[in-house]
């Protein structure tokens, strides 16, 4: 992976995900609760999805991290981790937040051991599928044009934030699990301690 403006994925590929995979929440306290959906494959190339949950305060710290199956999904079930034990597989998703505890802005410098496999069934995999949710979240902070947000109680602004949302695009594209309530926040609205 080629290392680009600290991002260890390419800018396009942050992108699509962000555009297309990403789904932020406004947290009452502060801060945004975000849903990264990653669409995988089995070494028998049966298809499945996970979704990595990602909380971060207004500070800019994460405060949660979880993975899991997403809701129906049946073909995790297929994976040779899983096959074998599954308990502790779904352990490992649930409660192995990385970076739980640090700013988010230490995802530009965490450089763990990956492997771009389709699965999570080895920590290197696993340990991939986290970088790109962490990452991929954070370039979603840092260039919002067209992430996706769940309408909801939105976060204090700062004093400036009424003339720059006033020039804000319009939202371009919700994420592909539901249209309903998604709107696009003006730049101003995130927190300036994430960067």
């Not at 502060?30 to 028998?44: L, P």
């Not at 998703?93 to 739980?100: C, D, K, V, W």
Request: charged fraction near 15%; aromatic fraction near 6%; include cysteine.
């Amino acid at each position: 992976m080629s290392v680009d403006n600290g991002y260890t994925f390419a800018l396009r590929a942050l992108r699509r995900w962000r555009d297309e995979q990403l789904t932020l929440t406004p947290r009452e306290a502060g801060g945004w609760r975000a849903r990264f959906h990653f669409d995988g494959s089995t070494c028998g190339n049966v298809a499945f999805v996970l979704h990595y949950d990602i909380e971060v305060d207004g500070g800019g710290t994460i405060v949660g991290m979880r993975a899991a199956a997403a809701p129906g999904d049946e073909g995790h079930q297929s994976l040779c981790r899983h096959r074998e034990d599954a308990a502790s597989l779904r352990e490992e998703l649930a409660t192995a937040g990385p970076l739980r505890g640090r700013p988010l802005a230490d995802v530009l410098s965490w450089r763990p051991a990956t492997s771009p496999a389709g699965c999570v069934c080895t920590a290197p995999a696993r340990a991939h599928k986290w970088l790109a949710a962490l990452q991929t979240l954070h370039f979603a902070l840092h260039a919002p044009a067209a992430v996706s947000v769940v309408a909801g109680t939105a976060g204090p602004r700062p004093p400036d934030a009424a003339a720059a949302a006033a020039s804000s695009p319009t939202p371009t594209r919700a994420t592909p699990s539901s249209n309903a309530g998604i709107v696009t926040p003006p730049s101003s609205a995130l927190p300036s301690a994430l960067s």
